[in-house]
């Protein structure tokens, strides 16, 4: 994308000092909707409902079908721009919403087209996918999800909304919350990982911080953006992670797994749903009326608005269950898709289809009520440019207070996976660092995948961060060795060189940000390209040359700094390496804040959400499974493992290091028994046994030990991002709900059943403290069985 302005004080804000940060997580209180919050969501207000009954009444059919209408813009040289024709369109009243165009003054052209030259003078909306961060780009969501900080990745998305409404948009296709068990799949990027309470903790924070606030009552001022939870549903369980593919569950796993962060949103209020791509069992979404009518509307009674996948309606014809694309407008609208997203379906075959009696004109009229209720809650009706205030444009975009939240996010969000022998934190009074590895000064890479507006020249890598962290008197050498996925042998020596010649070594390996998101599911998670040779070359390189550098006994300092969206399978490498940090893609600040965390700057305290397996083969695994009647055993033949590999992961969900160490002790329950639907209060003491202070995540997983269906071995209920300084304990305290202890029975009734419960506490999902509880009493029943799936 064309860059548009980008004035020196933003440069100098770019490199926010470190002193100028706080040293650890700071209390994170998220600026609120710029207006006071209404108590009633402007979304769904009585007047907002009968100002659309009374437009209703003006439309004609096509009128209607133009407000489910949504068109993609084009890029230009000059930035997005509508395709030809477009504005023809608008006048005819024939287009209801764009994506992808934005700009507060070119869209303040385009509402004037709307609303002075169509006959209804219908405002436009104009969405985009803001998935992290607009101009100014956070981590992947995946990343922010390590951060285990709901209140950080809230004030994420509130500073990306500010900034994409200073720019004209009023809507994003975000928070995607798709459970992900297969890192094969490459949108896992886009996601929270494996873990549905996780997964649903950042689908809330994400949706607040977009809307400005709870339950969709800030829509309505200028800086909230409504937020579309996608993709509806269970997008992420595409068969063998290959991207699109069909996703065969049982409706037991789609409500305890896939279903809850979906289920999240919709209570924080999202004012939109995305339908997937995808089929479930032979149903494809977007003509599934059980997704978007007995779940979505009547169980969980959403009342905002929903939008297709990119061309997801014709899909209905591969997927096979519509001959044509006048069936499949119908099948859509029926199924309850009320905007069609560049398809030109419903534009093209439902005024036919209303016509002829094949589909009720009522059907129409409620989506389109649904659409002018949202851009009536916007205020568009009353001044429809609202959202183009060209200097509100200016000073939002790239805020120096957005760059410095950018890089505070990215920090929380780095896993420290190992540190040998105190590796890390390097020292600054180096002589020579070499920064080694094809994705050391890729920009693009450093931004993520779904990077908006964010442009790559406006963004740090780790070689610019390593350099900005020492300053001039030390010498930095940069090697790229070998590219990321080709195999060419060419940069292997002067790689090896600058190892030798270093005192430390920073090596930066992964994948780019193509290699993960959509349309990019691989068949191998191991590293790709020449990149494991590049890293035995330095590693061997660094060993034969450190008796000339250092002591015998103080090898030279190497760092793995890992980017990449999805985890790898890095076995050798986890091994080899004395020490190796996950950075993900952290967005503008990556190189700033990976710089934080090699010396020392900043204590990593993110952990993963996500398993990392040993090898491809091993997919899936993840933490929260059955244990099954042969759990593994390795002294035993006949249980359930491979013959080739053990049944650990490489790294665990929830894993995580830091520069000091955590002891857990004291695993507190206020009571051994309950009755069921009461609560129980569990607390720790967690001391910072290290010499340095830190931020732990304190997490609390249960389980249902003996119930009428097998429970997963455990299930996290609870966590806790915490800091303390070196030699503080904190006692750190839990409430046990019924929903926490709730499963779906054989009736697929949500109960909570007597008898006994584990409780584990810990530092990651496989090292924890245990105690038990009972709950006593009858069947707790919490809610009736869902209709059945079809
Ligand atoms: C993706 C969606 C995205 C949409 C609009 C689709 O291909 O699946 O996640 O929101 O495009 O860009």
Known sequence: MKRKFFPAAIAAALWPSVSALPAQT??????????????????????GSQFADSVLKLMTLDEKIGQLNQSPGEGSQTGPRVPV?????????????????????????LQRVATQESRLRIPLLFAMDVIHGFRTIYPVP?????????????????????????????????????????????????GAGEDPYLGSSMSAARVRGFQGGDSALSIGAPDALLATVKHFAAYGGAEGGRDYNSVELTERTLWETYLPPYEAAVR???????????????????????LFGDVLRQRWGFRGAVVSDWGGISELIPHGVAANRGEAGILGLRAGIDIDMSDNVYIDSLGAAVRSGKIPQALVDSAVHRVLRIKYALGLFQDPYRFNDVARERRY?????????????????IVLLKNSSKTLPLRKDTHTIAVIGPLADDRRSSLGGWAADGHPDETLTVLAGVRAAVGPSVKVIYARGSPVDTADTTGLAAARDAAAQADAIVLVLGETESMSSEASSRSSIELPGLQLELARAVLRAARRSTAFVQTDTTPKPVAVVLMNGRPLAIPELAREAPAIIESWFLGSQHGAAVADVLFGDYNPGGKLPVTFPRVTGQIPIYYNHRNTGRPSDTANHYTSKYLDLPSSPLFPFGYGLSYTTFAYSNLHLSSATIAAGDSLEVSVDVKNSGDRGGDEVVQLYVRDDVASVEEPVKRLVGFQRIASRAGDTRTVTFRIRPQSLALYDRQMRRVVEPGTFTVFVGTSSDDVLTAHFTVTGDVLVLASPPTRFR
């Open 142 to 190: 995946l990343a922010e999800a390590a951060s285990f900080d709901p209140a950080r990745v809230e004030f994420s998305a509130r500073q990306a909304a500010v900034e994409a409404t200073a720019h004209g948009l009023h809507w994003t296709f975000a928070p995607m919350v798709d459970i992900a068990r297969d890192p094969r799949w490459g949108r896992i990027v886009e």
């Open 397 to 413: 975009t790239l805020a120096a207070e957005h760059l410095v939240a950018s890089r505070l996010a990215a920090r929380e969000a």
């Open 85 to 109: 024709g477009g504005e023809a369109l608008i006048r005819a009243g024939r287009i209801g919403s764009f994506l992808g165009i934005w700009g507060a003054d070119y869209t303040r052209g």
């Open 26 to 47: 700071p209390a994170v209180v998220a600026p609120a909707a710029i207006q006071t919050q209404a108590r009633e969501s402007p979304l769904f207000s009585a007047r």
């Open 268 to 290: 924080a209020g999202v004012a939109f749903v995305m339908a997937s791509f995808n089929d479930i069992g032979g149903t494809p979404s977007h003509a599934s009326d059980w």
